[in-house]
């Protein structure tokens, strides 16, 4: 079946610094790159997605970049803020919907 | 527009006894997921319905089943609860899944507790 990690599994930064979580995945028929967040509490957030077709895509503080020839995505989070401190999951599409295990973002004030 | 809505919140039961949990769609999604998630653990899927038919299921036990109604909501049924079986529990919805994923919409869950 498929197989999805994401490094690292913890990550602190300071505030106002960025932080990059890299999730890797071993079905090439992926075509769905999706990455969620996680609050205390709450169920996960879709916050950014990107198709095969696309290499990059960025929305304001957040961007997600695609390398399918490597089978990794990775998650930009730029100018971190407390309120971006949170577990955020990634999940590689295919229809057995296997989610990564996650990674706890810490964002120190 | 309201998100996904889930009930209960809470439950709690014990060994052996059975649970169902609901979760009401975004209006116009017509597929719903069902994923467990363990205390600090990430999410296994468990099912997914869509026009009322079931369409993949998890490495779960058949103990674990669930429904899709008309109106596209759903139940997940757990029978025979066993202690391993306290989580929270997520329900998503999209619309339907075609040759390339759609993105889920998740409520905030259900957590059961089994004593």
């Known amino acids: 079946g498929e197989n999805v990690e994401q490094h690292p599994s913890t990550l602190s930064v300071q505030e106002g610094d960025s932080a990059v979580i890299k999730c890797t995945y071993s079905?090439?028929?992926?075509?769905?790159f999706p990455w969620y967040k996680q609050e205390l509490g709450k169920g996960p957030q879709l916050i950014i997605d990107?198709?095969?077709?696309?290499g990059e895509k960025k929305d304001q503080r957040i961007a997600v970049t695609l390398n399918k020839t490597a089978k990794h995505f990775s998650l930009h989070i730029t100018e971190t803020q407390p309120e971006d401190s949170a577990v955020y999951f990634c999940?590689?599409?295919?229809?057995?919907?296997?989610f990564g295990p996650g990674t706890r973002l810490s964002v120190l004030p | 527009e309201a998100g996904v809505t889930q009930s209960p919140t809470h439950l709690i039961k014990t060994r052996g006894q059975q649970a169902t949990l609901r979760c009401s769609p975004i209006?116009?999604?017509?597929?719903v997921y069902w994923y467990q998630q363990a205390l600090g653990l990430g999410l296994q899927f468990l099912l997914w319905?869509?026009?009322?038919?079931?369409?993949n299921r998890g490495n779960f036990p058949p103990r674990f089943s669930g429904r899709q109604f008309p109106n596209y909501s759903s139940e997940l049924n757990v029978n025979a609860l066993e202690l391993e079986d306290s989580a929270l529990y997520l329900c998503?919805?999209?619309?339907?899944?075609?040759?390339?994923?759609?993105?889920?919409?998740f409520g905030d869950g259900t957590r059961l507790s089994i004593l």
């Open positions: 990107i198709r095969s077709n696309v």
């Open positions: 209006s116009g999604h017509t597929s």
């Open positions: 319905y869509d026009e009322g038919e079931e369409r």
């Open positions: 999940a590689p599409g295919g229809q057995n919907f296997v």
């Open positions: 079905d090439s028929a992926s075509n769905y």
């Open positions: 998503a919805s999209s619309f339907r899944q075609g040759y390339s994923n759609q993105p889920q919409h």
